[in-house]
Antibody
């Protein structure tokens, strides 16, 4: 059973950079897409982007200019960096295993526990 | 404003059948498969339906999915109190090259 464990700062000031890293355990890291998804408090889900083990990424167009998703296959980790944050970036952040690469799809499938990131001055 | 459109709320009494709709376009639902996610309050979402109508192991057959053209539906029969949750549809959008979600439907079991 795949386990996803993320860490990073939980409280940021406006204009700072949000950084989160997710470590994958028992997840066949090279065989799947790996996604970041967020959920503002009391609101719906927003897909941030995904990456595969080769570093090929897909980004949400609305976040593209501020977003970097990267991968470290030696550590079975993938990371999120979102620059110039504002209060609108306050959300539960989820790291998620997506579809197997052979499916040529990007369906978010296995979700880790969300972690709240708050942006406040 | 979500790319996929869902009603914000739905309700039913125990034992009833409830349907939740998800409307998209020719760049997402019209050409790609649809997933449905269930999110119990305080928990992470989980896949309820994938590939339009497939159920992961462990999901009761009371839950069913369908798709027609640029719309999809989730049906829940024999409604139970534990079905009270938020439900989201999702699909890949070829124009955006991004996964898109509906805004979510809050299901209340009366």
């Amino acid at each position: 059973q795949v386990q996803l464990q993320q860490w990073g700062a939980g409280l940021l000031k406006p204009s700072e950079t949000l950084s989160r890293t997710c470590t994958v355990y028992n997840g066949s890291f090279s065989d799947y897409y790996w996604s970041w998804i967020r959920q503002p408090p009391g609101k719906g889900l927003e897909w941030i982007g995904d990456i595969n083990h080769r570093g090929y990424t897909n980004y949400n167009p609305s976040l593209w200019s501020r977003l970097t998703i990267s991968v470290d296959t030696s550590k079975n980790q993938f990371s999120l960096r979102l620059s110039s944050v504002t209060a609108a970036d306050t959300a539960l952040y989820y790291c998620v295993r997506g579809s197997p690469l052979q499916r040529l799809a990007h369906d978010p499938t296995d979700w880790g526990q969300g972690t709240l990131v708050t942006v406040s001055s | 404003q979500s790319v996929l459109t869902q009603p914000p709320s739905a309700s039913g009494t125990p034992g009833q059948r409830v349907t939740i709709s998800c409307s998209g376009s020719s760049s997402n639902i019209g050409v790609n498969t649809v997933n449905w996610y269930q999110q119990i309050p305080g928990a992470a979402p989980k896949v309820l339906i994938y590939d339009n109508y497939q159920r992961p192991s462990g999901v009761p057959d009371r839950f069913s999915g369908s798709k027609s053209g640029t719309s999809a539906s989730l049906a829940i029969s024999g409604l139970q109190s534990e079905d009270e949750a938020d439900y989201y549809c999702g699909a890949w959008d070829d124009s955006l090259s991004a996964w898109v979600f509906g805004g979510g439907t809050k299901l209340t079991v009366l």
